[in-house]
């Protein structure tokens, strides 16, 4: 057994010195730790009021997108390539309170009747702000769908 105590291997005078050390680690680190813990309380506080937020209503006559699931076919076997979110489409009829039916732009109808966790609302754009070539395009057809689509409904 040797006569070497803690405080002598890590270089201190006394066993006090290095117990006052010691004590000032452990308060840097309990103020981290609570810290931290404040910041995951508050983030726990503010997904819990996105939560509780209200569903944006759905009408007859909006522009929006569908979840793709597997009811529809639409995915394919890599990850990378699924669109999770497939539109604009427009809606036609409101069944229930959240089932809905939905057509595209030449009023063809979707096979499949939606429920308000599977559509979201879909916001136009300006064509201009986008950065992206192939968003840019995608979107400028849409929009063109949509203009003519409600120019056909005028002329009827």
Not at 32 to 53: P, W
């Amino acid at each position: 057994m040797t006569d070497f105590t803690p405080s002598v291997l890590k270089g201190y005078a006394s066993s006090d010195q290095y117990i006052k050390v010691l004590k000032q680690k452990l308060d840097v680190i309990s103020k981290i730790v609570m810290k931290e813990k404040a910041q995951q309380q508050e983030l726990q506080r503010v997904q819990a009021e996105r939560a509780c937020q209200p569903i944006a209503p759905i009408a007859k006559g909006d522009l929006v997108l569908f979840k793709c699931s597997e009811k529809l076919d639409l995915l394919t076997s890599h990850k990378k390539l699924n669109h999770p979110w497939v539109g604009p489409v427009k809606v036609q009829a409101i069944l229930a309170p959240h089932k809905y039916l939905v057509s595209n732009f030449e009023g063809q109808l979707c096979p499949v009747i939606f429920e308000r966790h599977e559509l979201k609302p879909y916001y136009l754009r300006d064509p201009a702000s986008m950065t992206t070539g192939g968003a840019k395009w995608a979107l400028q057809d849409a929009v063109q769908q949509l203009r003519a689509h409600e120019r056909s409904q005028m002329e009827v």
